[in-house]
């Protein structure tokens, strides 16, 4: 027999000191043609990233052209004045930068990452295709055929077809809120090359637009650099257009898009709530985050780990627009999927939970788990310049101060159980919630009935 011989452990590495940590403050001035600048000097991150604020919000489209704001924003980089589609995207690549842009409801963003020693070849191309995009008609015309393709692909994907009904059912129908962001095909096939530039004439500034730049800059004189490119973007001068008031109605409802057949539910729980200017905002995040912002939530333990209805449910609070006298708002929602057969009890089981925590309220335990994953993890979330160039532009689109993002994390740390739980209580309440259901209605429309949570009614896909 053998003898065994005892095993020497290497000693376990032991935690080093926590260093002091905030998100770092910008640096905000201005170029003389109006464009408004916030720099951030990140020692270590050699690529620099830069992010370019438009005020060409999707409220902004012509009647009729939804969706021509996406199709402005992806033909940016379809050429200029100086190079034709292929010939920019090849002196891209040759400074091994990227670009990309998107609409969303507060305005166009263009998203550059470029090393910080071809900054000077990024930041020009960029200021090209703001300053003379070419918007030729076969570019244009090829990203309307692209988005056409995209859309039936959308429709049957059951998370965005969910999330266009729930648009839908809370926003009024005069309300760009309540159609899809891209355009529909009805409205995207109007759209050609004259509607873009009509709409970039009309919208797109260097006086009403923010360029965001971070990454190391050591050694970079930036005011010259911007002076040269940037700086030569020439415009009219404007003024920021109003923020429109969000209306919503969330009266407690069921909507079954009916798929036959379909062996998964896909479900969509949502309302309208407060902003970031609301004072509730940072209790709303931590109760919202211990309702379901990670796999020990309660949703999770409940629906996942006990019941097996799901591989995951989450809880979240997407911004829509800000606005500082009150009138933004954010969209509270509760997703997931669960099995056809399932799809009742999963939601008593749901409903169940809110209940309990509106009776019950959270515990220390959990709000201390989500205080430490919130802001615990902030270091390691914003080691890159994209991730902390990303957060200042959506301050700037938020109208929030520069000093938000760190405000916002010693409010959380300060936020207490009581505070938490009356916030996600009423950002979830029982009776006001609008649930869109993606699923098989002849398996799934009774049972849900009987839970008592709403008026159901049943719409065909599309």
Not at 104 to 127: N, T
Not at 154 to 181: D, G, H
Request: hydrophobic fraction near 40%; glycine fraction near 8%; charge should be negative.
């Amino acid at each position: 027999m053998t003898e065994l011989t005892s095993m020497e452990f290497h000693p376990r590495p032991q935690p080093g000191e926590a260093r002091p940590w905030a998100f770092p403050a910008p640096a905000r001035g201005a170029l003389d043609n109006g464009l408004t600048v916030l720099r951030c000097h990140r020692p270590g991150q050699k690529v620099v990233a830069v992010e370019v604020l438009l005020d060409a919000p999707l409220d902004a489209e012509p009647a009729g052209l939804d969706g021509v704001a996406t199709i402005m924003a992806r033909a940016f980089s379809e050429g200029t004045d100086k190079h034709s589609a292929e010939e920019y995207a090849a002196e891209l690549e040759r400074c091994g930068a990227t670009l990309d842009a998107h609409a969303d409801h507060p305005g166009v963003r263009l998203s550059l990452e470029v090393p910080a020693s071809r900054l000077e070849k990024g930041l020009g191309l960029l200021a090209d295709a703001l300053r003379a995009p070419a918007f030729a008609d076969g570019e244009v015309e090829r990203l309307v055929r692209n988005r056409l393709d995209e859309i039936p692909h959308e429709l049957a994907n059951p998370a965005r077809r969910a999330a266009k009904e729930l648009s839908k059912e809370l926003f009024p129908a005069a309300s760009r809120m309540s159609r899809p962001r891209q355009g529909t095909e009805e409205t995207v096939a109007k759209i050609d090359s004259a509607a873009v530039r009509a709409f970039y004439e009309r919208h797109v500034r260097p006086a009403t637009a923010t360029a965001v730049v971070v990454g190391d800059l050591t050694g970079i004189d930036l005011d010259a650099l911007l002076g040269d490119t940037l700086g030569a973007w020439a415009g009219t001068p404007g003024q920021p257009r109003p923020v429109p008031p969000v209306t919503a109605d969330d009266t407690g409802r069921v909507v079954i898009v009916d798929r036959p057949g379909a062996v998964q539910t896909q479900l969509l729980i949502g309302r309208v709530g407060p902003d970031r200017h609301d004072r509730v905002w940072p209790a709303q995040v931590l109760g919202t985050y211990c309702l379901g912002g990670t796999l020990t939530s309660r949703l999770d333990r409940v629906l996942r780990e006990e019941k097996g209805y799901t591989y995951g449910v989450r809880a979240f609070g997407q911004v829509l627009r800000s606005a500082p006298d009150g009138t933004g708002a954010s969209m509270l929602a509760i997703s997931g999927s669960v099995d056809t057969p399932n799809t009742g009890p999963a939601l008593h089981d749901l409903w169940t939970v809110l209940r309990t925590l509106a009776a019950e309220g959270l515990t220390d335990a959990e709000r201390d788990v989500a205080v430490q994953n919130l802001v615990g993890v902030a270091p390691l979330k914003f080691e890159t310049a994209a991730a902390v160039a990303s957060t200042l532009a959506d301050q700037v689109e938020q109208h929030l101060p520069d000093d938000y993002q760190a405000t916002l994390y010693r409010q959380l740390a300060a936020t207490g159980t009581v505070e938490a739980t009356a916030a996600v209580v009423s950002a979830f309440p029982v009776d006001r919630l609008v649930t869109v259901l993606v699923g098989d209605a002849a398996q799934i429309k009774e049972p849900v009935e009987a839970l008592g949570i709403g008026e159901v009614t049943v719409v065909t896909a599309e």
